[in-house]
Each structure stands twice: as C-alpha cells, then as structure tokens.
C-alpha cells in the first residue's frame, strides 16, 4: 500500500488550502484515513481522522471548527480542507492509512500502519 500526500504550500493566516492523500495497491473502500503533522522541534501530533463510510470524524481541538477531513472512496483518495489557517498551523502533514481501528485509538499515530511521505505547510504571519 502506497500513500503520498499532497496540496501543501506557502499560504497567508487566514487563507486556506486542501491537502489530498492518494491511496494506492489496496482497495481503500474500508479503510480508516488519519492526518497528523510535525512542527520543528515538536512531536508529531494527530489533526483529523475519518472512518471508512466517512460516518464518523475525529479531530484535534486546536483545528476544529477549521478543517475538514473527508474522503472519496471512488478515487482513493482522503482530503484535509484547512480553512483559517494560522502560523501555528505551520508544518509537515503526513497521511495514513490503517485497515482496521478501534475508534478510540484513532487518535494516536501507532494505530495507524502505512504513511505517506509529508507534505509542507507554511502559514505567514
């Protein structure tokens, strides 16, 4: 299974950006999709999760009410629509993947067990 996350970029606060995931070599109809990204120096922390039905949505408190996660199984591919950024929004995003999760674990990076490579997110002050 391969992942590759894309759509970053350099973006004034208050505007907006969506960052794509494209799964490939595995139907990716009922798999649960996760964001996390990574700041420099900071641990990598979780943004938004969606279960495979697109039913049910997890996200950070520091993004809510701002992004949106969704997906379109027919393409394979999951979206974050970030909208309002803000420079401490600023980071690498990575995607991920996981066939089968305990909702309650969706949260947490481990869970999950293919990644995509990152993408940047710069938000300007």
């Known amino acids: 299974v391969q992942l590759q996350a894309f759509g970053g970029g350099l973006v004034q606060a208050g505007g907006s950006l969506r960052l794509s995931c494209a799964v490939s070599?595995?139907?990716?109809?009922?798999?649960?999709t996760g964001w996390f990204r990574q700041a420099p120096g900071k641990e990598r922390e979780f943004v938004a999760s969606i279960k495979w039905n697109g039913g049910s949505t997890i996200y950070a408190d520091s993004v809510k009410g701002r992004f949106i996660i969704s997906r379109d199984n027919a393409k394979n591919t999951a979206y974050l629509q970030m909208n309002s950024l803000k420079p401490e929004d600023t980071a690498v995003y990575s995607c991920?993947?996981?066939?089968?999760?305990?909702?309650?674990?969706?949260?947490?990076?481990?869970?999950?067990?293919?990644w995509g490579q990152g993408t940047q997110v710069t938000v300007s002050s």
């Open positions: 991920a993947a996981v066939s089968s999760l305990v909702q309650s674990t969706a949260a947490s990076a481990p869970a999950y067990n293919y």
């Open positions: 070599g595995r139907t990716f109809g009922r798999w649960f």
